[in-house]
């Protein structure tokens, strides 16, 4: 993120026409958000540029609305408020993936699905299943941990080791069965792959039987990935050929027609 100006006068118009304490308010909630979700006042003046007293004035904003909470040692840290706007903007994705998500059915034959990394989970929030008799099922809304799915290494590649092997170290990495990766050494080699390939495979690791090829949706608002899933007896290595060009194209696509839902 580029460094605000230091104007103290928050009420003027942004270079973009917009309001310009409202853009500054939603750029500390987005460095809390890449913090971690706490930070203190000093870490946010650093990282942004804007003087202290800004900040303190927009932060106690932010406090009395709800979005922001003050803590004990005087750090702040991400409100409770802001759940309730995520929860109905995760909806709200999902709704606006369906359509490339049922273009994935037409064109691979196998449920599509479109899932989030919220916090140290992967949250399922779109599917799309399969006109096979035999198809794969996962709950809209379910909750699973990252390195057990192929949209869980695709929405991870790209983050730090040392990141990753923090996540692991909170989530632990229990089997769901005996092809389930449970080291981080080994999951952090599966990440590599998913580089080198460019997109991710959950291979009998969630679900014996079950194969899923998956792709990440480049800039996406938040860290988004698309799925297909099916029986092992059908997504083979040969299907995957053709079917990982088609998630990549639709992924892309997906990527600008979110993009332009909030144009600049």
């Keep these: 993120?580029?460094?605000?100006?230091?104007?103290?006068?928050?009420?003027?118009?942004?270079?973009?026409?917009?309001?310009?304490?409202?853009?500054?308010?939603?750029?500390?909630?987005?460095?809390?958000?890449?913090?971690?979700?706490?930070?203190?006042?000093?870490?946010?003046?650093?990282?942004?540029?804007?003087?202290?007293?800004?900040?303190?004035r927009l932060m106690r904003t932010l406090v009395v609305c709800g979005y922001v909470r003050q803590q004990a040692n005087r750090r702040y840290a991400l409100g409770p408020r802001l759940i309730r706007l995520g929860e109905s903007a995760s909806r709200l994705l999902g709704t606006w993936a369906r359509p490339y998500l049922a273009r994935l059915v037409e064109e691979t034959g196998e449920t599509a699905n479109m899932a989030l990394l919220d916090g140290d989970e992967i949250v399922y929030v779109a599917q799309v299943p399969s006109k096979h008799s035999m198809r794969m099922f996962t709950e809209v809304g379910r909750r699973v941990l990252p390195h057990s799915t192929g949209v869980g290494k695709a929405l991870l590649a790209n983050t730090p080791d040392h990141e990753v092997r923090a996540l692991l170290a909170r989530t632990g990495m229990p089997a769901a069965t005996d092809k389930t990766i449970t080291t981080p050494d080994g999951f952090l080699a599966a990440l590599e792959d998913v580089r080198r390939l460019g997109y991710a495979i959950d291979d009998n690791e969630q679900e014996i039987g079950v194969r899923c090829l998956a792709v990440s949706v480049p800039n996406s608002p938040t860290a988004a990935a698309i799925s297909i899933s099916g029986p092992a007896g059908r997504v083979t290595e040969s299907a995957t050929e053709k079917i990982v060009p088609v998630l990549q194209q639709v992924a892309g696509e997906l990527s600008e027609a979110l993009a332009s839902q909030n144009p600049a």
């Design 1 to 56: 993120m580029p460094p605000s100006s230091a104007s103290t006068t928050d009420s003027t118009k942004s270079a973009t026409g917009g309001v310009q304490s409202l853009e500054r308010a939603f750029d500390l909630l987005e460095r809390m958000a890449d913090a971690g979700g706490e930070v203190g006042l000093s870490e946010l003046s650093a990282s942004s540029g804007l003087p202290l007293p800004t900040i303190h």
